[in-house]
């Protein structure tokens, strides 16, 4: 089956202790991107990665970094979590560099608490 | 004013209703429109998504695009309970990225 996944589903953390949110799909998709949603503001793209290596930040990268070793994995590293990244993470993969048909990962809820 | 805008709604309609799901769009560089529906708690999933002017179909969904005004729609025949969701537009963005931009997405309810 088709998919993009994410771990973990859920993460309670506190301020300043460093986590990692692993994306992976199984689509041979070049395209991952990782977006946030927030009530009132929606989705909003963090970081993207056309291809292996090759990663740049979104709207709003501040506090995250990401790496693309693998073309199936694209890890959302935050170095040092704060209480405003508690928020709904999204991974998405696409086929093209056009990033059209995106697929989404079900989503981890992230506190910090 | 955001670059592609949706009535929030709820929207709430009765099983059977044709829908009618909207959204308008600032930037004329936007080629592909894609429509989204998310369930609670879950991820974005793609309906359908559409290229430049016209009309798609894809059983009971029909997204019509307007580009002349800058405008799309999507539209729900013979509405289920099972469409009660939240639906989102997105457009990717004539950039080095191609960065998806999202509407706010609409919550429709359709009832029973």
């Known amino acids: 089956e088709a998919q993009v996944t994410q771990n973990p589903r859920y993460l309670i953390t506190v301020t300043g202790k460093k986590l990692t949110v692993t994306c992976s799909q199984n689509?041979?998709?070049?395209?991952m991107s990782w977006y946030r949603q927030d009530p009132g503001l929606g989705l909003r793209q963090i970081y993207y990665s056309m291809n292996v290596e090759v990663t740049d930040k979104g709207d709003v990268p501040e506090g995250y970094k990401v790496s693309r070793k693998e073309k199936r994995n694209f890890p959302l590293i935050l170095e040092s979590p704060s209480p405003n990244q508690t928020s709904l993470y999204f991974c998405a993969s696409s086929f093209g560099r056009a990033n059209t048909e995106a697929f989404f990962g079900q989503g981890t809820r992230l506190t910090v608490v | 004013q955001k670059e592609v805008e949706q009535d929030p709604g709820p929207l709430s309609v009765p099983e059977g209703a044709i829908v009618s799901l909207n959204c308008t769009y600032s930037n004329s560089a936007f080629q592909y429109f894609m429509w989204y529906r998310q369930y609670s708690r879950k991820g974005p999933e793609l309906l359908m998504y559409t290229y430049s002017s016209g009309n798609k179909e894809d059983g009971r969904f029909t997204a019509q695009v307007d580009k002349s005004s800058k405008y799309i729609s999507l539209f729900i025949r013979d509405s289920q309970p099972s469409d009660s969701a939240t639906y989102l537009c997105?457009?990717?963005?004539?950039?080095?990225?191609?960065?998806?931009?999202f509407g706010g997405g609409t919550r429709l309810m359709v009832k029973p």
């Open positions: 689509m041979n998709h070049e395209y």
């Open positions: 997105a457009m990717p963005g004539n950039n080095a990225g191609n960065m998806l931009t």
